[in-house]
């Protein structure tokens, strides 16, 4: 705090040491991000920030500071100096408790990880495959039938919610429940409208009880199924995990695990509607589809919004972080840092050293990389395997601050 003997000295030691000192009083609004997007612009505001400010003080959504390089994205997430625990997203959202993992560091958040990551190993995630190219299949049918979709609406939004309710163990009613109100959340904590987010993350918590509940009923195998080795950590004396803690785990993950991977397909579906080259080779190359997914991934990170803040005031790019003051990381900037990627704006199928962030990176490293990567390839595999051609048939209309992808698709269909 700037009252504090310590934040005093920091910041007498700073000017001292050239560095930019100021405080928040003093500090003119630098960015204001865009909320009505086009596809691709915020890449234009982010490559102009990080040649011309590249840390830059934002006063929307309450105040914070923005990381758009890869270096100083790295760098706050694998600095325990840097925590989630006072405020892991820009806007800050009010809540009444933690919700772990995201919400917990370590070594708190270690035991959750430790219950988490097990059950989205590879062969785990693997078993679901079927599944997820079932809805695949079905959902491409339709689009085929018509000639005419919504690349979001009449794909992307339906398969994650379908993948999710296979992985999850719940029907997909539900899992389309819980998009639907993650959605309304996630537009009420960009209009900081706090009724609304109390209301939803109500609902949300509800919810997970219910599927915890649900789940521990049919008694599933707690080293496959997510609940049942939540319960397990639950019971284990050895560790903080409590049955609440292991529901509100259960809260948090049910609105990610769908977030994100419709984002990102929807952002791949208007990249290959818009590139015929890139469609026909993936369809005559199929083995390719991996390394192209990689490569989206880089070119189309899903999250911006997720923050850090400094257990005491620290220096970042050169200017003092005041204590508690948010730093979101804007992965979708850092991916396109021509620091780390030669010709970072062009889809490059090969690209070597691929070092993307699309997942994040230290202990907040999504844990359902996996997950998010099998039901990529299966979409994408299906889409190209099933169809001539798609290409886009009207504007494309983007979703808000938290999540960076589209919202609406209008695309023509040929059928193969």
Request: proline share 7%; aromatic share 8%; net charge negative.
């Amino acid at each position: 705090m700037t009252g504090c003997p310590y934040a005093a000295a920091a910041a007498a030691e700073a000017r001292a040491t050239g560095v930019d000192a100021r405080t928040r009083g003093e500090r003119d609004s630098e960015w204001a991000p865009a909320l009505d997007e086009t596809f691709g612009s915020a890449h234009t505001d982010y490559a102009r920030l990080r040649t011309d400010n590249p840390f830059p003080w934002s006063e929307e959504f309450g105040g914070f500071w923005a990381a758009t390089t890869y270096e100083d994205v790295v760098s706050v997430t694998q600095d325990e100096r840097f925590i989630t625990s006072v405020q892991n997203v820009v806007p800050h959202v009010p809540r009444s408790s933690r919700r772990p993992p995201l919400h917990f560091d370590p070594p708190e958040h270690t035991a959750y990880r430790e219950a988490i990551d097990p059950v989205l190993r590879r062969s785990i995630v693997a078993r679901h495959e079927p599944e997820f190219r079932a809805s695949a299949d079905e959902l491409v049918s339709g689009m085929i039938a018509t000639g005419r979709a919504d690349g979001v609406a009449d794909f992307a939004a339906p398969f994650v919610v379908d993948c999710f309710a296979s992985y999850l163990g719940v029907t997909a009613e539900l899992a389309r429940r819980i998009r639907d109100i993650g959605v309304r959340y996630g537009f009420a904590i960009q209009d900081m409208d706090d009724p609304v987010i109390a209301e939803c993350s109500a609902e949300l918590y509800e919810i997970a009880e219910d599927v915890y509940r649900r789940r521990l009923a049919e008694e599933p195998d707690p080293t496959t199924d997510l609940v049942a080795s939540l319960h397990a950590a639950a019971l284990d004396s050895s560790n903080h995990i409590t049955e609440r803690t292991a529901i509100a785990t259960i809260r948090q993950m049910i609105v990610a695990g769908m977030a994100a991977p419709q984002a990102v397909l929807g952002s791949c579906i208007v990249h290959l509607a818009q590139d015929d080259e890139l469609q026909s080779h993936l369809r005559e190359h199929p083995e390719d589809l991996p390394a192209a997914i990689e490569e989206f991934l880089r070119l189309h990170a899903p999250y911006r919004v997720f923050a850090r803040t400094p257990r005491e005031d620290l220096v970042v790019h050169g200017r003092l972080v005041r204590e508690r003051e948010p730093i979101a990381l804007v992965f979708p900037s850092a991916n396109r840092d021509p620091e780390v990627f030669d010709d970072p704006d062009t889809f490059v199928l090969h690209r070597k050293n691929n070092s993307h962030l699309a997942f994040g990176r230290g202990a907040h490293r999504c844990p359902a990389a996996t997950l998010g990567r099998l039901e990529l390839l299966v979409a994408l595999e299906t889409l190209l395997a099933r169809t001539r051609s798609f290409s886009l048939a009207g504007e494309v209309e983007m979703m808000n601050w938290l999540e960076y992808g589209p919202r609406s698709v209008p695309l023509r269909v040929e059928a193969r």
